[in-house]
């Protein structure tokens, strides 16, 4: 029977780890979320200094970044004197103020991390990781390698270090330069605590160096704890964990030490002086560290209080409900904030709603011939139905030169010469005139829109790998009302209404996930679309809404789409299916969605250096669409780049009101839910995806070196699932600078119309979604949907917040703005 060893005790060592490294999956399920996951135990501030000072990470602008903001008025004189009355009291005011715009502060701590580990290079004068990281990255680039390799490595059915032992024990060569490493991999069972006994000595120090050990490479073995936890994100699976990676490691480092220094080196207990402050000591505060809350909380505020005032006197509020001309969901995604903004504005008889784009329905998607299961719905849902494609007809194109034949030297030879020629006459071609190709990651691939899908499920046996086949008639009735009563929408149906999904469309671009819908799990919504549309049109399942009290007419008709964001196009399903009626109005109001599309992508082209905001919104489309597919663009579309609000409630609350582009949009109306019962729904999911969204990239804006993947301009692309700078790098976790270059890091403000009351019980009946709002990691505020009064969340409940400012300016025409200034614009109230 094992004891328990309370200085060292391995699997839960080994189990915290896993809790602090990065938790980003492969590529193609690039999902955002918040960085420092493992420290949202904690309060916001006393997070992220704890996070600074233990992994040396930049958790804030710098002092110099706030004084230009305050400079440039973008942090307002009487925002930060409130800001400083309230944390230091009103007397503390004159003297804090001067502080923060004059005083200088020191800042030269070094991080805690690494310190312990770094007595190697001072004693021994030997680099281990110059030494052993090269090494130990081909191999795990090796065995985790999904396609990019020409040789598969030799042994993936056993686990990493069972695959490690057999490839030595069978090989001519090996991966160690001396016997000893070679002998304990071999004949022993290599536990942790022995290797560690040998490098290190002495039990006390053997948590903190294996921290040491896995953050000087924090991307590897991020990836590496994430498939552990997740072996279905790989689809050419491999048994690894991290346990085996530590091992690995291990006997590399005393491979490495018996090379250079012989076999006679001692632990390193016996050349340590003073030993480092342990990695999870307490964090004392700094004036420093208070000085940079107070400027982070007026850069906030600043912001936040021109969105409360713009929507308190929103006067924007709908009188009537006459049937509308057409209905569109979308995603709450901001990038579709613009898009919905344009057609209210083309089309005032119109009426547009948010939420999330899976819209609903959970299952996996597996398209006609295709070998996997994809899941599209949100990370945390584990699906029980399975939806298949058929009547593909369209065949996937293929270049010639793509295949594993172009590897082997005879064929690859002749594919050099004579395709491989062709090839580059396209390539030189496609500098000058971008157009789509095979390699080209598109939204409008996911799906056929011609197909047929396997929605309904007629006999409940009807089961693949242990998924139902479709859903039956009830099971679509719940997912139909669930949607329509989230979102308010229970009566005054128009005869058309649009389900529109979204995804991205890029080349050369490995983070094309981080670019499709985050509720899909980083796939397009299309097949989405197209299924809650098939369920919203099938007479039995009208025929239980009606018995519920949601009465659909017999002529509204539901139309699936997709909203490519990058090329800002719409494409529809299903259109053979609409009434002759229904068919003519659609063809009109394709007309108001083309040209709202124009617009849309003239509003986007205002963050481009290369394109001319002062053409025409038609010119400017057809140069977004080329920008989509060319190989040399870095960024195809900015993201949620500047995203910072998410707002909960009805249209009419934020509708007239200009945000940027920098708000998630989720319908709601309290008069459908007074208890607060879909709003807890919605919260539970908007929390953490728009709060980890924002999170991701506040915290790769402000740190693009640790906590982003720096510029992808050298990337490269490691075995298909993740990146490195060049061919020895660690991985990049986070996003790239092009990403993040123009977002403004301040924490997503929810604003939730309701009563007051009825929030505060909703957000306390999960700890889990709570601890978003009481740890302040998502700042929350309500707006009374009676009166207009404004109440933020403060310490476990709300208080009355009174706007600093009266009004927002006014604004006739916005165009003329998008064309002339490139940085983010205050909030405007539209004429």
Known sequence: MKTHDSLFDEHEVLHDLKHFLPAQAPLKDFIHHNTLHAFQDKKFYEATQSASEIFGYKVSLSLDEYRALYESQRIRKEVLDKVIAERKGPKAVKEWHTNLVSKKYESSALPRIGALRANWKKHYRVDLDSLVHPILFRVLCSYLDQGISIWNFPIKEKTFLASMRELEKNSFSSIFRTARAKDLLLNSTCEIRSLLKMLVGKKELYTQYLYDQQFAHQGWSGMVS????????LLDRRKISLHDLVVFELLLEIDALDFHCGPQWLPLKDHIIQEPTPLFAPVPPTELNEALTIWQEAFEWSYYDQVLTGLQNNTHRKVEKPRKSFQAMFCIDDRECSLRRYLEDLDPACETFGTPGFFGVEFFYQPEDGKFYTKVCPAPVTPKYLIKEVGNKNRRQKDIHFSKHSHSFYSGWLISQTLGFWSAVKLFGNIFRPSMSPATASSFKHMDRFSTLTIENKHVDHRENNLQIGFTIDEMAIRVENLLKSIGLVDHFAPIVYVIGHGSSSVNNPHYAAYDCGACAGRAG?????????????????????????VIPADTQFVGGLHDTTRDEIVYFDENSLSPKNLTSHNKNEIIFEKALDYNAKERSRRFESIDTTLSPQKIHEKIRLRSVSLFEPRPELNHATNALCIIGRRELSKGVFLDRRAFLNSFDYQVDPEGKYLLNILNAAAPVCGGINLEYFFSRVDNQKLGAGTKLPHNVMGLFGVANGIDGDLRPGLPSQMIEVHDPVRLLMIVEHFPEVVLTTIQKNPATYEWFINEWVNLAVVHP??????????GEFVPYHPLKNRVDAIDNIASLLEKYQENL???SLN
Do not use: C, W
């Open 786 to 795: 009676e009166t207009h009064k404004i109440s933020v969340f403060r310490n």
């Open 226 to 233: 994430a498939i552990e936890d997740q072996p279905q994100t």
């Open 826 to 828: 205050p909030v405007y």
């Open 526 to 550: 299309s097949v989405n679309s197209r299924v809650i549309s098939f369920m919203a049109n099938h007479p039995k399942v009208r025929a239980i809404l009606s018995e519920r009290g949601i």
